[in-house]
């Protein structure tokens, strides 16, 4: 194993690798596997690790935070959903409720449209 030093030609950064020799046995050779570590500080020559990149160990704290906001999040976007959903049924009912005044109303009309017409 080894740290491989990459340099960025158009920004200037680099980056930090941790190398490990694999063999290959349908090539018969050996092949290099690299693990991304971070950035490296242009000042001090410390790793700099960035999160949410491979590589990287997770933070046991920070991971038990991410996944309550996650289920917080779910839980809240549940509640809306249901929310919207009897939102939806309500006006259906109401949709209903309106057609059939409407039917209501039509049949009404029509019948005094005959009376006024068998009177001429």
Known sequence: MAIVYVTNKKTG??????????????????????????????????????????GRKPNPDKNTAENEEKASGRRTYKKMVEDMQKIIASRD????????????????????ESILNDDD
């Open 13 to 54: 950064k680099k980056y930090a690798y941790e190398s490990v020799s694999v063999w290959n046995p349908e090539l018969k050779q050996p092949r290099a596997k690299r693990k991304y570590l971070g950035v490296v500080d242009e000042e001090t020559g410390e790793i700099i690790p960035s999160s949410k990149k491979r």
């Open 93 to 112: 009912d109401e949709i209903k409720q309106l057609k059939a005044a409407n039917r209501k109303l039509t049949s009404k009309i029509n019948r005094i």
